[in-house]
Nanobody
């Protein structure tokens, strides 16, 4: 099992930056499939960025070149650096991990981008 806790959300003006953190309750060095998702009001949850079990990182087209997903295994933490934020990035952002065939989610952190 692993618990995930996100932080770093908030209110920011368009063009600004935020860095989200996802702290895991145990080592993430053996969790090869991690990602960030987001859900805007009235919309389905969508993938933002993902590190696959093969080690490659992929991004939604809407965030490519603006968002960067990284991880620090020594700190059991994954990050999502978000630059050049747009109002359409407003959503609740969730951290996800898949381990042992199970899916784990954090509670989410709200990101609001004002125009």
């Amino acid at each position: 099992q692993v618990q995930l806790v996100e932080s770093g959300g908030g209110l920011v003006q368009a063009g600004g930056s935020l860095r989200l953190s996802c702290v895991a309750s145990r080592s993430i060095s053996t969790i090869y499939d991690m990602g960030w998702y987001r859900q805007a009001p009235g919309k389905q949850r969508e993938l933002v960025a993902r590190i696959s079990s093969g080690g490659s990182t992929s991004y939604a087209d809407s965030v490519k070149g603006r968002f960067t997903f990284s991880r620090d295994n020594a700190k059991n933490t994954a990050y999502l650096q978000m630059n050049s934020l747009k109002p359409e990035d407003t959503a609740v952002y969730y951290c996800h991990a898949r381990s042992g065939g199970w899916d784990y989610w954090g509670q989410g952190t709200q990101v609001t981008v004002s125009s």
